[in-house]
């Protein structure tokens, strides 16, 4: 589809427009924005609600001063994201504490010059955070918009609607993660009125989105990826993660000083939650191997393979990224990098 598009000249904008339709169609969403990432869609959220269609404040932004434009964020929700806000024009107003937020630490933050409220899902389960439940029950009864970040919240695919149905206002995802989409592209969701000005911030507007360009290739791709994916046996890629995972379970238990246990992606924080991945732990001394240097042989082998380090559960194998077969590859390299150390 990506090859077929960039064999033809169109009207950017006027694809832009509909393909954003026909995805908000295929996912009976009251609108949607294709954009060049959900970071991007974060920057242009953050502006639509600042500026609405409003064009002399479009123009204005990033410099808001004197317009409405504070953006609530819990204390426990700045992830690596917040610089998009005030990229957007937004200034962040933080609420709640590490271990405890309340409600009516937002109902008191929310004055006449609140523009919306972000809400990272992937920091829910931190303790000091609040259900986004009732953040967006809050948030309605004061008219204020909820911008939901989920770029990295699928599978499960029902959560592509799930906060909207929730009535969050605008929700951004990644297209290049589960959707398995061109990777510089991404999606908000939500509301007419909030997609239309998200629109009029972003390419191919003179506004703080122009260098967010979405070419007409990875408009198309992306749409493609998105058919695709809402066609996708869910169930049958499950079985298979959980098939990769119990292979590298099984294979590399059989390692003398190696504890190889099964597990979920463990909340917060690390998303999606619902992929069971293999989780590997050994004595260092003992081995004589730490994580990051596991992490540094694997990485610069060839080919390279990654995988992530946590605190108490060592380093795990994530089928995610993993076409089929290719669990073998990774046990394999895993095991002969443990018997050079001794351990086989
Ligand atoms: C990946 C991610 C982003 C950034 O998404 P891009 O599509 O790479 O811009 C933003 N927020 C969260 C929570 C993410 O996981």
Not at 36 to 62: F, H, M, Y
Not at 76 to 99: D, L, M, P, W
Not at 143 to 149: A, C, F, G, Q, T
Not at 270 to 299: F, H, M, N, S
Request: charged content about 25%; overall charge negative; glycine content about 8%.
């Amino acid at each position: 589809a990506m090859k077929e598009a960039s064999m033809h000249f169109v009207e950017l904008e006027e694809l832009l427009t509909k393909a954003s339709q026909r995805v908000a169609d295929m996912l009976g969403v009251e609108a949607a924005y294709i954009t060049s990432g959900a970071s991007a869609g974060i920057v242009l959220s953050v502006a639509a609600c600042i500026t609405g269609d409003d064009p002399e404040k479009i123009r204005r932004i990033p410099n808001t001063e004197g317009l409405e434009n504070e953006i609530i964020l819990l204390k426990t929700h700045f992830s690596h994201y917040e610089q998009q806000v005030r990229a957007g024009g937004g200034r962040i107003v933080e609420i709640g504490q590490n271990k405890y937020s309340h409600l009516w630490e937002l109902e008191r933050a929310i004055n006449e010059r609140t523009a919306g409220i972000l809400y990272f899902v992937e920091s829910e389960e931190m303790r000091g955070s609040l259900p986004l439940v009732d953040v967006i029950k809050v948030a309605k009864e004061k008219n204020i918009p909820v911008l939901v970040d989920a770029a990295a919240e699928i599978p499960p695919v029902e959560n592509l609607t799930k906060f909207l149905e929730m009535g969050a206002d605008l929700v951004q995802f990644s297209g290049g993660k589960d959707i398995r989409g061109p990777q510089a592209s991404g999606l908000i969701l939500g509301r007419k009125d909030l997609i239309k000005a998200c629109a009029l911030n972003s390419n191919p507007h003179s506004a703080i989105g122009r260098p967010f360009k979405v070419d007409k290739e990875t408009i198309v791709g992306l749409v493609k990826a998105l058919e695709l994916y809402l066609e996708q046996d869910f169930e049958e890629e499950m079985n298979q993660w959980h098939k990769q995972t119990d292979y590298v379970v099984k294979e590399l238990s059989g390692i003398p000083g190696l504890t190889v246990q099964k597990g979920l992606g463990e909340s917060p924080g690390i998303q999606p939650e619902c992929i069971p991945r293999a989780y590997i732990t050994w004595d260092e001394a003992k081995l004589g191997l730490t994580k990051d240097e596991l992490v540094e042989l694997l990485k610069t082998g060839e080919p390279g393979i990654a995988v992530s380090t946590f605190p108490l559960r060592g380093i795990d194998v994530n089928p995610h990224m993993l076409n089929p077969g290719e669990e073998v590859i990774v046990v394999n390299r895993i095991k002969e990098i443990f018997s050079q150390k001794g351990a086989s």
